[in-house]
């Protein structure tokens, strides 16, 4: 009976080593296997967006893709220099109109006419031009406006023709790109002699390239230039509301 329990706790002793020799192995293993993973992680990860950028654009050929790029840089210079000439050229009409109004009164045209000089803007420049003419009449002075008025709204429309061909030149270099790249890879399965996919893979992912970033370019000119042409089209009213305004002033001051 001794001798029976003697061989069952040597073979429970022999099983528990067999099973922790086991259990080792796999720990080991596992170890292994995860430290292999996180040793391959940085190859397999994600690149960040400036350096897939980066790698999409050089893969795109530095033809088109540099005429492209040169399109979104001239742009985005005209867009972001109109931009800050519009801000610069836009006034409180309703706070310069007071002030003319109150001028007028107390100094006559001469002080109005300094109020206008001391206020930036198209508004004060176009008070300025109706206000030298008061003298002669109301007509000279309406002709005044109008004339003034179209000078100054071509100084805010000055360069956003670029802006706009640059939205018109972007995506068609990028479908020119495209149907060169198409070629390209025709080109090569007819010297190939074969349909094989990895001839013509190149080609065509050159002309999808060429075409997105000619579409971004395109996407982000366009929302610059509505900006722009919004801004404009609330100076040129108030333009218009303050030289409306202007004439039923010199009316007044006149009676």
């Not at 099973?19 to 292994?32: H, W």
Request: hydrophobic share 50%; aromatic share 8%; net charge negative.
């Amino acid at each position: 009976m001794k001798r029976l329990f003697s061989i069952l706790a040597i073979t429970f002793l022999m099983a528990i080593g067999t099973v922790n020799a086991n259990a080792t192995t796999a720990f080991a293993s596992a170890t292994a296997t995860v430290t292999s993973v996180t040793q391959e992680e940085p190859a397999a990860e994600d690149l960040t967006f400036h350096q897939e950028l980066k790698k999409r654009f050089i893969e795109g050929g530095p033809g088109f893709m540099g005429i492209v790029l040169l399109c979104l840089i001239l742009g985005l210079a005209i867009a972001i220099e109109r931009i800050i000439f519009l801000n610069l050229s836009t006034t409180n009409t309703k706070k310069l109109t007071q002030n003319v109004e109150d001028a007028l009164n107390s100094g006559g045209i001469e002080a109005a006419k300094e109020v206008c000089r001391n206020t930036k803007g198209p508004v004060a420049s176009i008070f300025y031009q109706g206000l030298d003419r008061a003298d002669e009449d109301i007509d000279a002075a309406e002709k005044a406006v109008v004339a003034y008025g179209g000078v100054q709204m071509g100084q805010l429309e000055k360069n956003v023709s670029w802006i706009s061909l640059f939205i018109a030149l972007a995506p068609m270099l990028g479908f020119m790109g495209t149907v060169i790249g198409m070629i390209s890879a025709f080109d090569k399965i007819e010297a190939a002699g074969d349909m094989n996919p990895s001839l013509v893979a190149g080609g065509i992912k050159v002309a999808l390239l060429t075409t997105v970033f000619g579409l971004i370019v395109a996407i982000i000119l366009q929302i610059f230039y509505n900006y722009i042409i919004a801004k404009i089209d609330s100076i040129v009213n108030d333009m218009e509301d303050a030289s409306i305004t202007l004439m039923d002033l010199l009316v007044k001051h006149k009676k």
